[in-house]
């Protein structure tokens, strides 16, 4: 049987790549991103001759890695999912490891790296690690989520892709390769280890094959589409700096206006949006999965104080930070 060749309907710049020729960097924000929020504030209001005051730097642990080789099942939809765990997909968000979504059900629209897009049945998103993504499912949705090692001997692609399968013989080489990798996951067996890292190594392989016989049209994003993926990758890099779109836009070489009109026609979101929500995101996963005080968890996401943090969840969440934890 012939087979057709995947259609790749989505590319987008490599995450975090921006050409020092296209992005700006005003000596304001090389100064303001060198400073801290706090010594900001108060360095002009000093003495001269006063001496700095030492104040420890509290160690605030990260959120525990998980285990290099995972697939979860995808089984979410607007009949399954609640209201309240809504925000685990369609915030948006990114994983620490390279990630395939491989959806066989439902249909719904993904952002993936400021621009979104429609998906289907049978089609495979690919996200490098730290790709700012979420979906939102039309009805139900099934498939898997892919959690690979970041290996240099995997090769896997360094930018995000979005791959429509409609053989059949296509569909089930990857959904087989899938269950052969959980099943070792979830086995005892001997070798497990190395079992899981050839699995892991054949889906990498087999998707290296896929793009090397796609078709090769210009898929080059417009200018507003790059802007979008830009900023998205600097979100992710400076997350946890606390910085405003103007700062971030700043760093592009643009204004606010033309970066938040860029980000809507991306993706239908303005950029203090797509900030906000990744931010929030942040911060639910972390009072969710760790036991961190709301004030550590204020200081690590660059807000001034943990009341203004709270201030801040509770208008984005419709719940207060402690409220939220107890309900998690």
């Known amino acids: 049987m012939p087979v057709t060749k995947p259609r790749k309907i989505f590319q987008s710049l490599p995450l975090g790549e921006l050409s020092k020729g296209d992005v700006a960097k005003p000596e304001a924000v090389k100064r303001a991103a060198a400073t801290p ?5 108060t360095s002009e209001a000093k003495p001269r001759n006063a001496k700095p005051r030492k104040s420890p730097v509290p160690h605030i642990p ?4 998980q285990s290099a080789y995972r697939v979860n099942t995808l089984g979410r939809g607007t009949g399954t999912l609640s209201n309240v765990n809504k925000w685990r997909t369609e915030a948006m968000r990114s994983h620490r490891s390279p990630t395939l979504l491989w959806f066989t059900r439902g249909q719904g629209r993904i952002t993936v790296a400021g621009v979104t897009r429609g998906f289907g049945p049978h089609n495979l998103i690919y996200l ?5 993504y979420g979906f939102e ?5 099934m498939g898997y989520t892919v959690h690979l090692p970041d290996k240099p001997s995997f090769a896997l692609p360094k930018e995000p892709l979005h791959m429509r399968f ?22 005892d067996r001997p070798g497990r280890d190395r079992a899981m890292e050839f699995q892991a190594g054949m889906i990498a392989v087999w998707l290296e094959r896929q793009m090397s016989v796609m078709p090769d049209y210009n898929l080059t994003p417009d200018a507003s589409r790059r802007l979008a993926a830009a ?4 979100v992710e890099s400076k997350l946890r700096e606390g910085y405003t779109v103007a700062q971030f836009a700043a760093e592009l070489g643009v204004s606010p206006t033309h970066l938040t009109r860029a980000c ?6 303005s950029a203090s949006a797509i900030l906000a929500d990744r931010v929030h995101f942040e911060a639910r996963r972390m009072l969710s999965e760790t036991d961190l005080p709301i004030k550590q968890i ?3 996401l660059g807000f001034h104080s943990a009341a203004y943090f709270s201030r801040a969840f509770h208008k984005h969440t419709g719940q207060s930070p402690r409220a939220f934890r107890q309900s998690a």
Not at 62 to 65: A, G, T
Not at 137 to 141: K, L, S
Not at 167 to 187: A, F
Request: charged share 20%.
């Open 62 to 65: 990260d959120i525990p890695p």
């Open 264 to 269: 809507n026609i991306a993706c239908g979101r």
């Open 298 to 300: 204020a200081q690590k």
């Open 231 to 234: 900023y998205t990758a600097l």
């Open 137 to 141: 499912p039309v009805g139900q949705v």
């Open 37 to 41: 929020h706090s010594a900001q504030a």
């Open 128 to 132: 490098p690690t730290r790709t700012m």
């Open 166 to 187: 409609r053989e059949v013989i296509q569909q089930n080489e990857i959904t087989g390769m899938i269950e052969g990798l959980q099943r070792e996951i979830d086995g």
